[in-house]
């Protein structure tokens, strides 16, 4: 059965609650959640350079480590990440990027 962003929130504040993360702002230091997040992405990236797309360690269990973290941090600032993550969609759907003002890669479709 497939979950909804919500559920996992539902998941991993139980979660947090039954490790001591902290389930209140209260309980948390804000700017100490967003450095653990930048730190798990910086993780993500070291599995990509090393060619470990998935297993522990790896790309794929990196980046699942950074979203549950954020997924974390707004459950404990009762922010709404799954409807916001849907209205950014919907922005994106009419926004243009000036690709030549940027050193990214993108595809040309």
Same mark, same amino acid.
């Given at each position: 059965?497939? @979950?909804?962003?919500?559920?996992? &929130?539902e998941? =991993?504040?139980?979660?947090?609650?039954? @490790?001591?993360?902290?389930?209140?702002?209260?309980?948390?230091? =804000?700017?100490? &959640?967003?450095? /653990? $997040?930048?730190?798990?992405v910086?993780?993500?990236?070291?599995g990509?350079r090393? @060619? %470990?797309?998935?297993?522990? #360690?790896?790309?794929?269990? *990196? /980046?699942?480590?950074?979203v549950?973290?954020? =997924?974390?941090?707004?459950g =404990?600032? +009762?922010l709404?990440?799954?409807?916001a $993550? /849907? %209205? +950014?969609? *919907?922005e994106? @759907?009419?926004?243009? #990027?000036? #690709?030549? %003002?940027?050193? *990214? %890669?993108?595809?040309e479709?």
């Open positions: 059965m497939a @979950k909804t962003l919500n559920d996992i &929130k998941l =991993v504040m139980i979660q947090a609650a039954e @490790k001591g993360f902290g389930t209140t702002p209260e309980e948390i230091s =804000v700017p100490e &959640k967003i450095a /653990l $997040i930048h730190a798990q910086s993780s993500a990236y070291e990509y090393s @060619k %470990k797309m998935s297993g522990p #360690w790896s790309l794929e269990d *990196e /980046l699942a480590g950074a549950m973290r954020i =997924v974390h941090l707004c =404990v600032l +009762k709404d990440l799954e409807g $993550i /849907l %209205k +950014k969609y *919907e994106n @759907k009419t926004r243009n #990027w000036d #690709w030549g %003002k940027m050193n *990214e %890669k993108h595809s479709s």
